[in-house]
């Protein structure tokens, strides 16, 4: 397949041009075509001209793919799911009162097994290109009506840091799709020193996977955080590169596990002074899960005593249950159950 000029940043279509004997102000018009005016052949790039038109479409083309299946939830959850060609991604779109927040896949399947993912079933299949992260978003027909972005669907992204900032860059930029970037979240459970180069590279809100404020408990339920002290990655967090930053903590809430009084105590502790809230999540139930999800009750009065302690401090609703919206599960229902052909 000829190489894709969708998810190019303008450097790297700028040298294109330089290669086909043009202007680098072209590279902008170019730019402009795929991210701004949506085309999807190099044709319709009309006030370029045919000549050059015809020679950048013998060696380049720019690769759109729509959804597979599309599943919609009684909460009016949306769940797609991508067959691309390393293997199937999901991306949900979360419609709110105040939001249309659209939730993208970084990877196909992951490496870092999380034991409350339904995605850390499937093992690690590989990384997605900056287009396929871009396609999610670009295919989709509620593209105009997405306020937020967040990387919290398949896979870490800093375990594909080079395709997400490159992503990042592009929704970005004025000669891009021009989001802000305080309207874009980047999921990780912490992983050093990426998060480091993360945070010197974008200006993007960082939302990390804390799920226990114990580094024993924590490393027991995300084994692939054992290299990474939550201390050092908490220190990080704390860097005056997050000054102008949003910060959030997820936190999943397991049945009788995780949010107990010592909880609530180390947490405060641990975040005292971090400017950031905490995202409370009811545990998501997939098959053969080791876990059980909390009543609302408990997870109640858990913001409760977090608010008590002054962690700000939101009760997310669980979305799209009867659709597979757990991460990872409608992938792992279809896809790899052979349903789906890619």
């Given at each position: 397949?000829?190489?894709?000029?969708?998810?190019q940043?303008?450097k790297a279509i700028?040298?294109?041009?330089?290669s086909l004997?043009?202007?680098?102000?072209?590279g902008?018009?170019i730019?402009q075509?795929l991210y701004?005016?949506?085309?999807?052949t190099?044709?319709s790039?009309?006030?370029?001209?045919?000549t050059?038109?015809?020679?950048?479409?013998?060696?380049?083309?720019v690769?759109v793919?729509?959804?597979a299946?599309?599943c919609?939830?009684?909460?009016?959850?949306k769940k797609?799911l991508?067959?691309?060609?390393k293997?199937c991604?999901?991306?949900?779109?979360?419609p709110?009162?105040?939001r249309?927040?659209?939730c993208v896949?970084?990877?196909?399947g992951?490496k870092?097994?999380?034991?409350f993912?339904?995605?850390?079933?499937?093992?690690?299949?590989?990384?997605?290109?900056s287009?396929?992260i871009l396609?999610q978003?670009e295919?989709?027909?509620e593209?105009?009506?997405?306020?937020?972005l967040?990387?919290?669907?398949?896979?870490?992204p800093?375990d594909?840091l080079?395709a997400?900032l490159?992503?990042?860059?592009?929704l970005?930029?004025?000669?891009?799709y021009?989001?802000?970037?305080?309207k874009?979240?980047?999921s990780?459970?912490?992983?050093l020193?990426q998060?480091?180069?993360?945070?010197?590279?974008?200006q993007?809100?960082i939302?990390?996977?804390l799920?226990?404020?114990?580094e024993?408990?924590?490393q027991?339920w995300?084994?692939?955080?054992k290299?990474?002290?939550?201390k050092?990655?908490?220190a990080?967090?704390?860097?005056?590169?997050c000054?102008n930053?949003r910060?959030?903590f997820e936190?999943?809430?397991?049945?009788?596990?995780?949010?107990s009084?010592?909880?609530v105590?180390?947490?405060?502790?641990?975040?005292n002074?971090?400017?950031?809230?905490?995202?409370?999540i009811?545990?998501?139930?997939?098959?053969?899960?080791?876990?059980?999800?909390?009543s609302?009750?408990?997870?109640q009065?858990?913001q409760?005593?977090?608010?008590?302690?002054g962690?700000?401090?939101?009760?997310r609703?669980s979305?799209?249950q009867?659709?597979?919206?757990?991460c990872g599960?409608?992938?792992?229902?279809?896809?790899?159950a052979?349903?789906?052909?890619?």
């Amino acid at each position: 397949m000829k190489p894709n000029l969708f998810g190019q940043n303008l450097k790297a279509i700028q040298k294109i041009c330089q290669s086909l004997g043009t202007a680098n102000y072209t590279g902008r018009q170019i730019a402009q075509w795929l991210y701004q005016k949506h085309s999807r052949t190099i044709e319709s790039m009309s006030d370029l001209k045919k000549t050059f038109r015809e020679k950048l479409a013998q060696d380049y083309a720019v690769q759109v793919i729509d959804a597979a299946q599309c599943c919609t939830s009684s909460d009016h959850t949306k769940k797609y799911l991508f067959a691309f060609a390393k293997g199937c991604v999901e991306t949900a779109l979360i419609p709110e009162e105040d939001r249309t927040t659209l939730c993208v896949s970084t990877q196909i399947g992951c490496k870092r097994g999380c034991l409350f993912c339904c995605t850390a079933k499937q093992g690690f299949q590989g990384d997605l290109t900056s287009s396929e992260i871009l396609n999610q978003y670009e295919a989709l027909p509620e593209r105009d009506e997405i306020s937020n972005l967040v990387y919290m669907g398949m896979g870490e992204p800093l375990d594909n840091l080079e395709a997400v900032l490159m992503s990042l860059e592009i929704l970005a930029a004025p000669w891009g799709y021009a989001k802000s970037p305080g309207k874009i979240t980047v999921s990780t459970i912490g992983i050093l020193p990426q998060l480091t180069t993360f945070m010197q590279a974008s200006q993007c809100g960082i939302a990390l996977s804390l799920h226990s404020p114990f580094e024993e408990e924590r490393q027991a339920w995300l084994p692939g955080t054992k290299p990474y002290a939550l201390k050092d990655v908490i220190a990080a967090l704390r860097n005056d590169q997050c000054a102008n930053r949003r910060i959030t903590f997820e936190y999943i809430v397991l049945n009788n596990l995780n949010h107990s009084l010592q909880h609530v105590k180390e947490l405060a502790r641990l975040l005292n002074g971090l400017s950031c809230r905490i995202n409370l999540i009811p545990f998501h139930p997939f098959p053969n899960a080791p876990f059980q999800a909390p009543s609302l009750e408990q997870i109640q009065a858990f913001q409760a005593a977090l608010k008590a302690k002054g962690l700000i401090t939101f009760l997310r609703k669980s979305r799209g249950q009867e659709i597979s919206a757990a991460c990872g599960l409608l992938s792992t229902k279809y896809c790899h159950a052979g349903s789906l052909q890619s």
